[in-house]
């Protein structure tokens, strides 16, 4: 149990709000005001009401003001208004809209507009994958040309041990609400996927980042799937067994680059 926090009965779906950890280093840029809100949650019974106390972009509301006949993205581009759950899903979303506002604003836009151009259909298309994959596991990463290289061409060796000194100019942001979920159960196989934040950016200041973020998520960018997947424990300094070079042996984790794979765009 997170230190301070105080469970709220079995009953309460978001009872596993008090598991997090704020002193992971994942979740240490989220703390603030992260671990008030939970304890809100937990002493509200609701995770929607303690996300209205720091969030004024959005209101969040039941799941149950959601109607059965629309899409979840249309709801929210149409009235403003975000369904949530109580859970951790649904409760990292929420830090996320508060954090990122613009970028969240600009995927709620660019999904309510493929929703309108295509509809809802069995298949997203490759737009709104790409955005519902950088809404739900997006790692941002500014770094180094040199470890960029070596993460496209999945040379685990040379970006995690060989390089390793490097990550001391890397900035990292967890973006992905599912990913931060996650880890609240760490588990070596938990792996993001990683967005280039641009060398200009002042990316440490999330509201330079932000504004960054939401005039470089563009669709015809997104359409070619510019991620590469990263095993997130294996950041430096993250997990004290990646301190072993040994740790990025495991080929089931730390996966080699297919032969025939298209390197993304940087």
Request: net charge negative; proline share 7%; with cysteine.
């Amino acid at each position: 149990m997170a230190r301070g926090l105080t469970p709220a009965p079995s009953t309460f779906a978001g009872a596993v709000l008090a598991d997090i950890d704020w002193a992971q280093p994942w979740f240490a840029p989220w703390q603030h005001p992260g671990e008030q809100v939970a304890q809100d949650a937990l002493r509200l019974h609701s995770v929607a009401q303690a996300l209205n106390h720091i969030t004024r972009d959005v209101q969040f509301v039941a799941q149950s003001e959601l109607p059965a006949t629309q899409a979840y993205e249309d709801f929210i581009f149409q009235q403003g208004r975000v369904p949530t759950r109580d859970g951790l899903h649904d409760f990292f979303n929420g830090l996320c809209w508060h954090r990122f506002p613009q970028t969240k604003r600009r995927l709620n836009l660019l999904q309510a507009a493929e929703i309108a151009r295509q509809g809802v259909g069995a298949t997203r298309g490759p737009v709104r994958d790409a955005l519902t994959l950088f809404d739900e596991n997006a790692v941002l990463l500014q770094l180094p040309d040199a470890l960029w290289q070596a993460l496209q061409a999945r040379d685990w060796r040379s970006l995690l041990v060989d390089q390793r000194a490097q990550w001391q100019h890397v900035h990292i942001v967890l973006f992905g609400h599912a990913l931060l979920e996650k880890l609240v159960t760490p588990y070596a196989s938990i792996t993001g996927h990683v967005y280039r934040i641009a060398a200009g950016v002042d990316a440490r200041h999330d509201a330079a980042l932000d504004a960054w973020l939401s005039t470089d998520l563009q669709p015809e960018k997104l359409a070619t799937k510019p991620f590469e997947p990263l095993p997130v424990l294996g950041v430096p300094g993250w997990w004290s067994a990646n301190e072993a070079p040994s740790f990025y042996d495991n080929a089931q984790v730390f996966r080699p680059k297919n032969r025939g794979a298209i390197a993304s765009h940087s």
